[in-house]
């Protein structure tokens, strides 16, 4: 591309032309629009979905956006809107009155708008709206004598709490006691039994409160009420929750959010206007089926805020407490019609999943919204797949879709179906799995208590997005009101957490830090089970199950399969765990570390027998009686994995770490072993470390005591011998750990070998040739890979050592300035949970070239915690690993990360191949 060229394209993102300033006011309406559906950075996701649905022919109100880049400027400018952004928007706003034929301000035919946030990652809730702006003592007058003073007044009412709340700062709970106490003096319950009067003088009420707490008049001037509005919205961007929300999102600051300003469509003007919420798929399952809810008579904020039990869209869309509400296909089959050939083009459009809103007034649909919605992981997996398979999307595209993290959610445990449990409550199934915890009742009670290491479920009559940090915390959530597109529900999906929503039976008295529910009372720090996929709410902690994988998910992991190069190992010690990881579809273990063996009850006499042995005779006699047992391990272990590579790491962790540590323990010890305390006492103090993770430990105890090392390979060798005698398949990797120097790898491969010729002499039949390798795990290894590549059939890379003595920082000291550092950008990730070229990724690479260079075909993989974090999986790939290894429940997890590695690398290689 030339450079004129990527200028213009440049300037094209921008919504301009090359050598003019860019853009900041985007219109859109009647078919045209001037932004368009790329145009995220600069429009914001919901502008730039506006920009594209209106080009799409989608009917949606007409209206402009103010782009990104001004929300920088306003904050940077003592937050005054620039003066070339007001022209602009007053032109657009002019565009707006020509398209819908009414006026902002017009005292008989008044044009009202609605002000919205929208960043370009969504944030559902966290930024402020105002809506039936335009609205004067005049124009509502206007409005009252075209569509009914009703109306006219309750919008009104509406839009004075929202400017007083957001604008001028009036404290929402003073509008809210006004409305009831009239709904008192009136004997009524719902705000539509008020009438015009009762709502003219609410209207009266509300101007009085707004003038009383900031000692100005309500504004009366549509434009000074546009530019208040604006500049607020702007404004929201920095208020805490959008914090809090960036925070955990790791969304930048500098992105801004973008303002829409569009002509309001009317969902409370009576019996024919309704507005909702509604997803193309199922948003909890995943399942095909057009799924929404919607309120007659209403405006949108009521369907989020759940006060009022939403009705179903159609029949798929019931639920426990909607069964018995009429539909919308039933009520309003035309505007149905046209919203379920809309969704269709929509989703087809976007091939993703989408969330809209939309509202129906007097019989006419508006879109208001489209975005890609927000789903459950299980949802997340099913669509992926269900749309590959609908041609919609690739199915490379569908393993692009899901985040490899987000996995690990499905594998994990279920309720128990065969647990005695005590039902005491049902409530909405808004987000599924199970959350069993303390109730907490404040999401700042929620955090604290999580971080001390509890677990906890946060139970609120309705949540909001003050309560964000808390049900970040909590392991499921609870609310007493609101529907299946709540606040609670919706966010909860969103994080992958345990949701029951609408759980009408609680009461809940915080003061008394009490629940009360059907006859119940539960005190705050009680044991609850929530059950998110049924809505069922129990006393007490119910064990749960690990659940079935199939269907959709297994589609999905073997397409990921067939795209990824690297292979996914698991680290397992026992048979359970090998099975288990099988069943994840682990390709082999990748560490198997022998120390975990020894502490069994039944074992760690032998083992303390063994260490403490004044004389090798006494030693090698500990060690024969350990020598079954540890074949008996092998043996499990080869079984398990049929056939798969399996890497036995001989024993690691300094010998300290098996003695006894307590007086009691010593005496204990000593008697049952016929020895006197005080030895014991004296070899405890004689083996211990100051630093754990240094000093006498791994090949060095190899080098020390060669007796340890020699049973551990002859059990290895016996048990494949075993294995393969009685017609199993066998393939052994024998490690060996913390290998710093040449002359190490030399001694001990020599002692491996050894001892395995001599067990293959004893049973000639058996064809068992193990591989010898070794870790890679301390600095001074990476450096001198090249040597030790000459000794080695395989590197595995343990990660965890390489990062304590690359950083010189145990795990425990890290957490005293680690976060610190990844605040400031010291360094862009915790490195013991990822790692790349920055960091300990640096010797990784030269470990690795360094290696090949001298042995090509040498094999290479990970063994440390890293192995199951996605970023780091995809740095190994860069680097041409053969395998990662990680724990069980993250083989899936690599293997979708190590999948979409490979299609990044084969796009960039594309890429390159098409620039050449
Ligand atoms: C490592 O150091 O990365 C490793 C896998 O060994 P361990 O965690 O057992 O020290
Ligand atoms: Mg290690």
Redesign the pocket.
């Known amino acids: 591309m030339s450079a004129r060229a990527a200028r213009a394209a440049r300037a094209k993102r921008r919504g301009g032309r090359a050598g003019e300033p860019p853009r900041a006011v985007f219109f859109f309406g009647n078919g045209h629009a001037q932004g368009r559906g790329d145009m995220k950075e600069v429009l914001g996701g919901k502008g730039a979905n506006l920009a594209e649905m209106t080009r799409l022919g989608v009917p949606v109100p007409p209206g402009f956006t103010i782009s990104t880049g001004v929300c920088a400027a306003f904050n940077a400018s003592g937050e005054k809107i620039p003066e070339p952004v007001k022209r602009a928007s007053l032109e657009a706003l002019a565009k707006i009155e020509r398209v819908v034929e009414k006026r902002f301000g017009d005292p008989e035919n008044p044009l009202l708008v609605s002000v919205r946030s929208g960043a370009r990652a969504s944030m559902p809730g966290m930024m402020d709206t105002i809506l039936n702006l335009g609205l004067n003592d005049v124009t509502a007058k206007g409005l009252a004598a075209r569509a009914g003073a009703r109306f006219a007044y309750d919008s009104y009412r509406r839009f004075i709490q929202m400017y007083g709340d957001v604008v001028e700062g009036v404290a929402r709970e003073r509008f809210e006691t006004q409305l009831d106490e009239l709904k008192e003096r009136r004997g009524v319950f719902q705000d539509t039994e008020l009438s015009a009067d009762d709502l003219e003088q609410l209207v009266r009420d509300y101007l009085e409160i707004v003038r009383e707490s900031t000692g100005r008049a309500f504004p009366q001037d549509p434009q000074q009420q546009l530019w208040g509005a604006i500049a607020a919205v702007f404004r929201s961007w920095q208020n805490e929750r959008a914090k809090k929300y960036r925070e955990i999102h790791a969304i930048p600051e500098a992105w801004g959010t973008a303002v829409n300003v569009q002509a309001m469509v009317f969902g409370n003007m009576g019996d024919d206007c309704a507005t909702g919420v509604a997803f193309t798929r199922n948003p909890s399952t995943g399942e095909r089926v057009f799924y929404g809810e919607y309120l007659k008579n209403a405006q949108g904020e009521d369907v989020v805020a759940g006060i009022r039990t939403p009705q179903p869209i159609n029949k798929a869309s019931r639920n426990a407490e909607s069964q018995h509400l009429p539909t919308l296909e039933k009520e309003m089959p035309r505007a149905y019609k046209e919203l379920l050939r809309v969704q269709q083009r929509l989703e087809k459009h976007y091939r993703e999943m989408q969330d809209i809103e939309f509202t129906i007034e007097r019989g006419k649909l508006w879109m208001l919204q489209t975005r890609t919605g927000k789903r459950t992981v299980r949802a997340a997996v099913k669509i992926a797949v269900d749309m590959a398979k609908e041609s919609l999307i690739s199915r490379e595209t569908a393993v692009l879709r899901v985040a490899p993290d987000s996995l690990e959610k499905l594998l994990h445990p279920t309720l128990d179906p065969n647990a005695e449990k005590e039902l005491i409550a049902k409530g909405l199934p808004a987000s599924p799995g199970a959350a069993v915890g303390h109730i907490v009742l404040s999401a700042d009670e929620a955090e604290a208590r999580a971080k001390a290491g509890e677990k906890v479920v946060l139970v609120r009559i309705e949540t909001s997005p003050d309560d964000i940090h808390g049900m970040h915390a909590a392991e499921g959530i609870l609310t007493a009101r609101g529907g299946m597109t709540s606040h609670a529900a919706v966010v909860a999906r969103g994080m992958g957490k345990c949701c029951v929503a609408g759980c009408g039976a609680l009461r809940i008295d915080a003061a008394a830090r009490e629940v009360r529910v059907g006859g119940h009372v539960l005190t705050a720090g009680d044991w609850i089970t929530l059950d998110g996929a049924t809505g069922e709410v129990f006393r007490g902690e119910v064990p749960t199950v690990t659940p079935e994988l199939g269907g959709a998910f297994s589609d999905l992991m073997r397409w990921a399969d067939a795209i990824r190069t690297v292979r996914v190992r698991t680290n397992a010690d026992t048979p359970a765990d090998a099975r288990l990881a099988r069943t994840f579809g682990a390709e082999g273990i990748g560490?198997c570390?022998t120390e975990h063996m020894f502490f069994e009850p039944s074992r760690i006499l032998a083992v303390r027998e063994m260490i403490l042995a004044a004389d090798l005779p006494t030693r090698e006699r500990a060690l024969a009686k350990l020598l079954p047992m540890q074949r008996g391990d092998f043996a499990g272990i080869f079984r398990a994995m049929n056939g798969l590579p399996v890497t036995i790491r001989l024993l690691?962790p300094p010998l300290h770490e098996f003695l006894p540590h307590t007086d009691r323990e010593i005496h204990e010890v000593a008697e049952a072993l016929g020895s006197d305390a005080a030895v014991v006492r004296a070899k405890v103090e004689e083996l211990k470390e100051f630093n754990p993770m240094l000093g006498h430990r791994g090949c060095r105890l190899g080098i020390s005591f060669p007796e340890i090392y020699r049973m551990q390979v002859r059990a290895i060798m016996e048990a494949a011998c075993d294995v393969a005698a009685s017609r199993g398949r066998v393939q052994p990797e024998i490690m060996l750990p913390l290998i710093a120097h040449r002359g190490e790898l030399q001694l001990l491969r020599a002692l491996v070998e050894d001892e395995v010729a001599s067990v293959l002499r004893e049973r000639p039949p058996a064809r068992v040739r193990p591989t010898i390798g070794t870790m890679i795990?301390v600095p001074r290894a990476a450096l001198i890979a090249g040597q030790l590549a000459e000794l080695a059939d395989f590197f595995s890379f343990?990660?965890?050592?390489?990062t304590q003595t690359g950083y010189a920082l145990s795990r425990d000291d890290a957490g005293k300035f680690l976060p610190d550092y990844v605040d400031r950008g010291i360094l862009s990730d915790d490195p013991f949970v990822s790692v790349d070229e920055e960091g300990i990724g640096a010797l990784m690479r030269i470990g690795c070239e360094n290696g090949r260079k001298v042995r090509p075909d040498l094999k290479v993989g990970i063994?440390?915690e890293h192995g199951g974090d996605p970023k780091s999986v995809r740095f190994c790939a860069q680097l041409g690993f053969d395998y990662v290894s990680c724990s069980p429940f993250r083989v899936p997890v690599a293997r979708l990360a190590a999948a979409q590695a490979a299609a990044e690398l084969a796009t960039a290689k594309r890429r390159r191949v098409n620039r050449a």
Do not use: K
């Not at 343990?798 to 390489?802: A, E, S």
């Open positions: 560490l570390r690691d795990e343990g990660t965890n050592d390489l063994c440390g």
